[in-house]
């Protein structure tokens, strides 16, 4: 009798671990289809209180994947990608500088490339169906382990795995950030014409030809302080724009979902300790630590970026 209730706690052992990959499955899914799914839409861009419309068209397969959106309102200013190289484009600087912020989070591409890591710090679990422009989808929900990270809602399309909504929560269970589709055909523009810029002025914030950024010998020797499950992915040293003698070490943490940049600078005179919201979940925190000003940058909540900014503990190499 004891075996066959050993054999039945087994048997429901392996249906859970087996049920928890297939969620893993569909986010990894998820996140190829939201890079590469050829489709032409609209969806909207809440936070802050504000709400922006965006026009979306991609086509194209692999290296070779096109992609363009046009600003419906505010700002006039497109964002272009040819493969690995995304561009910004305006009529002025003003608005320029608008395409800039606005391409630190291109729905639906909110999950990374590779998402082997982000089961470390988070949970998937699947919390039911809806239907978002006309398409049915179900909620995948990535929950953090720990109260420092945001909540991500993916509300995917049943048939080709594209996220149609996300929905970045606090802990608090408010959405801080939300993208949503209100109309989407899952084929891209006939016409080449199609990914073409309309304004002349503009900004290459992604070259396909720009070395990649590694480690240096130049890197701090150790940070702690950080979230656990944030590991260093790459670290440079470049010197400031017209100083050559100041430079700025530039180094880049992840969890697996979220990517989180370091900046440590020479100090500068009068400035205090801070967080400040950028755009949307992205939020920046600065301190002075010494000689240096250290910076945050990442989509984590200004509370979270405003206790790691004080618990840092950078050691630099002579």
């Not at 965006?54 to 363009?68: H, L, P, S």
Request: glycine content about 6%; aromatic content about 6%.
């Amino acid at each position: 009798m004891r075996l066959t209730q050993l054999s039945g706690v087994c048997l429901m052992g392996v249906a859970v671990l087996a049920h928890a990959d297939d969620d893993w499955l569909v986010v990894k899914r998820a996140a190829v289809a939201a890079r590469q799914q050829p489709l032409t839409g609209t969806y909207l861009h809440q936070m802050n209180g504000s709400l922006e419309t965006f026009r979306i068209v991609r086509g194209g397969a692999g290296d070779n994947i096109q992609e363009k959106r046009t600003s419906l309102d505010g700002p006039s200013r497109e964002i272009i990608r040819k493969g690995q190289e995304l561009t910004c484009y305006a009529p002025d600087a003003k608005s320029l500088s608008a395409a800039k912020v606005s391409a630190m989070r291109l729905f639906p591409a909110i999950l990374p490339d590779d998402i082997g890591n982000i089961a470390q710090s988070y949970t998937v679990k699947r919390s039911g169906k809806d239907r978002v422009a006309q398409r049915d989808c179900n909620w995948t929900d990535l929950k953090p382990k720990d109260s420092k990270r945001y909540l991500l809602r993916l509300c995917i399309d049943t048939a080709s795995s594209l996220p149609l909504k996300v929905m970045s929560q606090n802990a608090a269970g408010e959405t801080v950030e939300q993208f949503t589709f209100t109309e989407i055909e899952l084929q891209g523009p006939r016409e080449k014409s199609a990914f073409r810029p309309q304004y002349k002025q503009n900004y290459v914030l992604r070259s396909a030809s720009a070395p990649q950024m590694t480690l240096d010998a130049d890197a701090p020797s150790e940070v702690s302080g950080m979230p656990a499950g944030f590991k260093l992915l790459r670290a440079v040293q470049r010197s400031l724009p017209g100083q050559a003698e100041r430079t700025v070490r530039h180094m880049v943490f992840s969890d697996g979902l979220v990517m989180l940049s370091l900046f440590i600078e020479p100090q500068a005179e009068g400035r205090p300790e801070r967080a400040v919201n950028l755009h949307g979940a992205v939020n920046m925190a600065t301190a002075v630590q010494g000689d240096y000003l250290v910076t945050l940058v990442g989509d984590l909540p200004e509370p979270t970026m405003l206790a790691m900014i004080r618990n840092l503990k950078i050691t630099l190499k002579p």
